[in-house]
């Protein structure tokens, strides 16, 4: 209850906050291509339910009907001011309308498509018992995901050989820590980590390493070394 309170709080003063570079990017959007300016993209939320995520459109219209979920930096169904809107992650900040209808909350494990879900292991699937976020610890750790992505043959693959294994271990790990203080410590940092990301990666490692997290986690949330493709955790 009070996680559902805190997240209506905080969602209406964002929206707030940001509603002028908001409505600035909607009429940026439209003004491209004379489309509607928002992606209505279905996700798995909690317990296996499909529900309607609203994104602000980066890409061409129909750029979903291509079958690939993974986007690349470098793909060419991203539009010019899309590529500001996703650099400044403008894309995730609308999701605050979700979060105010219930169907999401500030911090969680990230909603995936259902073609991705269809590959989860067992472990995987207690990513399910909670409401998705818009952000969590892999939010963070993993926003350079367009840039791993980039120049890759089979992103959806690559996604899931290289990112997904460690997306859903810090999903699993926040699920077995959350509480409202460390769920106002995700929203801080990840603010900050457009300031700082080496430094609030690091912040990070140190709370994995003080709740007792895998060595292997600990390291891969620094991001120092090249990513190599993992199984997902079982």
């Known amino acids: 209850m009070i996680k559902r309170l805190f997240d209506i709080l905080i969602s209406l003063i964002g929206l707030t906050v940001i509603s002028p570079v908001f409505i600035l990017f909607i009429l940026l959007i439209?003004?491209?291509?004379?489309?509607?300016?928002?992606?209505?993209?279905?996700?798995?939320?909690?317990?296996?339910k499909l529900f309607k995520m609203v994104k602000l459109r980066s890409m061409r219209v129909n750029a979903?009907?291509?079958?690939?979920?993974?986007?690349?930096n470098g793909d060419d169904r991203i539009t010019p001011i899309g590529k500001v809107i996703r650099k400044f992650k403008f894309d995730?900040?609308?999701q605050l309308i979700n979060v105010l209808l219930g169907s999401m909350s500030l911090v969680g494990p990230r909603p995936q498509v259902e073609k991705d879900v269809r590959l989860y292991t067992e472990k995987e699937k207690n990513l399910l018992n909670v409401k998705p976020g818009i952000t969590d610890f892999s939010s963070i750790v993993f926003s350079d995901e367009g840039d791993i992505l980039d120049g890759s043959?089979?992103?959806?693959?690559?996604?899931?050989?290289?990112?997904?294994?460690?997306?859903?271990?810090?999903?699993?790990?926040?699920?077995?820590?959350?509480?409202?203080?460390?769920?106002?410590?995700?929203?801080?940092?990840t603010v900050y980590s457009f300031v700082n990301r080496k430094k609030v990666l690091k912040k990070i490692s140190l709370f994995?390493?003080?709740?007792?997290?895998?060595?292997?986690?600990?390291?891969?949330?620094?991001?120092?070394?090249?990513?190599?493709?993992?199984?997902?955790?079982?």
Request: aromatic fraction near 10%.
């Open 30 to 48: 439209f003004l491209y291509d004379f489309k509607s300016p928002f992606y209505v993209a279905p996700r798995v939320g909690k317990n296996g």
């Open 64 to 72: 979903d009907k291509t079958g690939v979920a993974s986007t690349a």
């Open 208 to 234: 994995l390493l003080s709740k007792n997290a895998k060595q292997s986690l600990v390291d891969i949330s620094l991001r120092e070394k090249e990513l190599t493709p993992a199984l997902p955790p079982e």
């Open 153 to 189: 043959i089979n992103p959806d693959k690559d996604y899931n050989d290289l990112i997904r294994p460690w997306k859903s271990r810090l999903g699993l790990f926040y699920i077995e820590c959350r509480n409202l203080k460390l769920d106002i410590n995700l929203i801080f940092m």
């Open 92 to 94: 995730e900040i609308s």
